[in-house]
C-alpha cells in the first residue's frame, strides 16, 4: 500500500488549525507556546512541511488535545 504523504500532511496542518482556532488560539500564540517560529508553524499547518512525531506531541500537549484526536477522521 502506497500512502499519499501529502494527502496526509495537508490534513494534518488543517487540523491542526481547525483545533487551533476553535480554542480561539492565534498562530502567533501557539509558535510561541511552541517556542517555534510563526512561519514554521504556517508551512505546518499548510502541508507544506512534514513535522516530527516529537513537534506533533509538543503540539498536542500545547492544545491539550490527545494524538488521536489531532489525527482523527483520517483515512489511509
Request: hydrophobic content about 40%.
Amino acid at each position: 500500500m502506497v500512502i499519499d504523504s501529502t494527502k496526509y500532511l495537508v490534513f494534518l496542518g488543517q487540523r491542526i488549525s481547525e483545533i487551533r482556532e476553535e480554542k480561539g488560539i492565534t498562530q502567533y500564540r501557539l509558535a510561541k507556546n511552541l517556542m517555534m517560529e510563526q512561519s514554521n508553524l504556517a508551512r505546518i499547518e499548510k502541508g507544506e512541511t512534514n513535522p516530527t512525531i516529537k513537534t506533533l506531541l509538543k503540539i498536542c500537549e500545547v492544545l491539550d488535545i490527545s494524538l488521536e484526536e489531532l489525527i482523527k477522521g483520517f483515512y489511509l
